[in-house]
């Protein structure tokens, strides 16, 4: 069982910068890729980022590329989501996800169905 938690999210002018974190919480957090979705209203949950259990590898959907990098710290169990350069387009709820297949593609960690345990959700709101 993991339990997340999500924080760091608010209202920013667009340009601007946020932090996203996830806090994990339960069974050994270094397991387990985490991920970060979004939803915006009216849409479907779609893919942001995802990091490989030690950090090593990442994956980013086109649209975030350049401008989000994720990380994480499995010494305090967190992982991070920084944003920058955001746009209008990137307000949306966000939320971390954790799953523990050790399959880490581009294909698995895209899909939200390949998640396991994912947290509560925390408001991005970027204004033009």
């Known amino acids: 069982q993991v339990q997340l938690v999500e924080s760091g999210g608010g209202l920013v002018q667009g340009g601007g910068s946020l932090r996203l974190s996830c806090a994990a919480s339960g069974r050994t957090f270094s397991s387990y890729a985490m991920g970060w979705f979004r939803q915006a209203p009216g849409k479907e949950r779609e893919f942001v980022a995802a990091?490989?259990?030690?950090?090593?590898?990442?994956y980013y959907a086109d649209s975030v590329k350049g401008r989000f990098t994720m990380s994480r710290d499995n010494a305090k169990n967190t992982a991070h989501l920084q944003m920058n350069s955001l746009k209008p387009e990137d307000t949306a709820v966000y939320y971390c996800?954790?799953?523990?297949?050790?399959?880490?593609?581009?294909?698995?960690?895209?899909?939200?169905?390949?998640?396991?345990?994912w947290g509560q959700g925390t408001q991005v709101t970027v204004s033009s």
């Open positions: 990091i490989n259990w030690s950090g090593s590898f990442t």
């Open positions: 996800a954790a799953e523990s297949s050790g399959i880490f593609t581009y294909a698995r960690v895209r899909d939200p169905a390949q998640y396991y345990y």
